[in-house]
């Protein structure tokens, strides 16, 4: 079982930023954030492979938000600018462990999730 710690959530003013973190306890082939709002479907933020290529941001966020890894330390980063009230959700950061299942599928492993305000 791969564990994922995350920090670095909470309440932020619109337009303020936040810095997500998630230590991993294993290398996956991919990393990445997800998101969930109230009664609203989960949804990927952002992925990157596990060895610190391929960013790729969904519409929503691209611009604002960008994620990165540090290899040497095997964590993952999600660094939030221009943060919006729609932007509040509990954000997840998650592993997959082959290349299958596509941009956002295929994820095994699962951090407890930290909750994103945004007023």
């Known amino acids: 079982h791969v564990q994922l710690v995350e920090s670095g959530g909470g309440s932020v003013q619109a337009g303020g930023s936040l810095r997500l973190s998630c230590e991993a306890s294993a290398y996956t082939h991919c990393m990445g954030w997800f998101r969930q709002a109230p009664g609203k479907e989960r949804e990927g933020v952002a992925r990157?492979?596990?060895?610190?290529?391929?960013?790729y941001h969904t519409d929503s966020v691209k611009g604002r938000f960008t994620i990165s890894k540090d290899n040497a330390k095997n964590t993952l980063y999600l660094q939030m600018n221009s943060l919006k009230p729609e932007d509040t959700a509990v954000y997840y950061c998650?592993?997959?462990?082959?290349?299958?299942?596509?941009?956002?599928?295929?994820?095994?492993?699962w951090g407890q999730g930290t909750q994103v305000t945004v007023s």
């Open positions: 998650a592993a997959k462990p082959t290349p299958y299942g596509g941009t956002f599928g295929g994820y095994t492993y």
């Open positions: 990157i492979y596990s060895d610190g290529s391929a960013a």
